[in-house]
């Protein structure tokens, strides 16, 4: 944990991501004892995706981030970078092109981050492995039709 926390902190500093943060939290929470580690990493990473949809919506506002606009302008951008360009800029293209899909992905983000996710806190724990494939999933296409970065 203490190699850990020594990463974030020379990453965090170096580059400004947030993306380390769930390793961080989730590595902490690994170090209580063994009946509360898991539910404690699993409630870490369940509020670092609740405070980034709530995020999006503090920025761009429930209409904002429903739009097809904002999806499309997003993928269009990623689409066009030289450094950070998606894996599948066809996927992205058809997606950022197509309103009805480009609003379905940001209506699905914000769904999974606000709802899904955080209510598998309080699921069976035999289907909590639900939380890891959607979000597999999520950053899967995000890598495709985004980017990878």
Same mark, same amino acid.
């Given at each position: 944990a203490l190699a850990v926390s020594g990463y974030h902190l020379v990453e965090s500093s170096a580059t400004g991501r947030h993306g380390e943060f769930p390793l961080l939290y989730c590595v902490w929470a690994m170090c209580l004892p063994a009946p509360y580690a898991s539910a404690a990493s699993l409630g870490a990473a369940a509020h670092f995706v609740l405070c980034a949809g709530a995020a999006k919506l503090r920025?761009?506002?429930?209409?904002?981030?429903?739009?097809?606009?904002?999806?499309?302008?997003?993928?269009?951008?990623?689409?066009?970078?030289?450094?950070?360009?998606?894996?599948?800029?066809?996927?992205?293209?058809?997606?950022?092109?197509?309103?009805?899909?480009?609003?379905?992905?940001?209506?699905?983000?914000?769904?999974?981050?606000?709802?899904? @996710?955080?209510?598998? #806190? #309080?699921?069976?724990?035999?289907?909590?492995?639900?939380?890891? @494939?959607?979000?597999?999933? #999520?950053?899967?296409?995000i890598g495709l039709a985004m980017s990878c970065q």
């Open positions: 920025v761009g506002g429930l209409r904002g981030w429903i739009s097809p606009c904002t999806m499309s302008t997003y993928l269009q951008i990623y689409r066009s970078s030289g450094s950070a360009p998606p894996l599948c800029p066809n996927l992205s293209r058809a997606i950022g092109t197509r309103a009805w899909a480009a609003r379905a992905a940001g209506v699905g983000t914000l769904a999974l981050e606000l709802f899904v @996710l955080p209510g598998l #806190l #309080l699921a069976p724990p035999r289907v909590r492995w639900l939380g890891w @494939l959607l979000m597999l999933f #999520l950053h899967l296409g």
